[in-house]
T-cell receptor, first 108, second 112 residues
């Protein structure tokens, strides 16, 4: 089983601030996915990163895949209350291995 | 937009009882997956189907757990003789081949 460690576990910030969450592994992944999960709902895919060093942007969210394809980060610029949720990284193809997630709370 | 549908959304049962959950995937999706998520953790893979064939089962899936997808459409997950440790969110997902997974809203199981 390929393990993914996410940090920090919890993050609480004020609206308008920036934040970064991290996903690290000792294993190489062919691709990594980032999901957001709201309470009582299933995870929703945000992005898939495939190439080492790749940077993808989704509005105010920037995703980066490490050169060695062992780590990834998610940066949110000017966070809004609607960004509140559990952010999960996952890898491993159809048999996804998920990290434990980072719970992000954006206060208005 | 008919996404992945799971029923029931919540289930409370007493220890030792059997429970069954249902998942209706997106209609054209040939793959269906079951995951389990406990508080403070990410989802853990349990099993997956390609059409009606169950192709892989995790070691997490003890003998008390059984999953079926009889006609390659909806799937059921049954837990026999439930234990308190079975309390979790049970998530179903579907995909078209290797394309992205779409998750349902899950069934929250509480075993008293």
């Amino acid at each position: 089983t390929q393990l993914l460690e996410q940090s920090p576990q919890f993050l609480s910030i004020q609206e308008g601030e920036n934040l970064t969450v991290y996903c690290n592994s000792s294993s190489v992944f062919s691709s990594l996915q980032w999901y957001r999960q709201e309470p009582g709902e299933g995870p929703v895919l945000l992005v898939t990163v495939v190439t080492g060093g790749e940077v993808k942007k989704l509005k105010r969210l920037t995703f980066q895949f490490g050169d060695a394809r062992k780590d990834s980060s998610l940066h949110i610029t000017a966070a809004q209350p609607g960004d509140t949720g559990l952010y999960l990284c996952a890898g491993g193809g159809y048999k996804l291995s998920f990290g434990a997630g980072t719970t992000v709370t954006v206060r208005a | 937009d008919t996404g992945v549908s799971q029923d029931p959304r919540h289930k409370i049962t007493k220890r030792g009882q059997n429970v069954t959950f249902r998942c209706d995937p997106i209609s054209e999706h040939n793959r269906l997956y079951w995951y389990r998520q406990t508080l403070g953790q990410g989802p853990e893979f349990l099993t997956y189907f390609q059409n009606e064939a169950q192709l892989e089962k995790s070691r997490l899936l003890s003998d008390r757990f059984s999953a079926e997808r009889p006609k390659g459409s909806f799937s059921t997950l049954e837990i026999q003789r439930t234990e308190q440790g079975d309390s979790a969110m049970y998530l179903c997902a579907s995909s078209l081949g290797d394309e992205k997974l779409f998750f349902g809203s899950g069934t929250q199981l509480s075993v008293l």
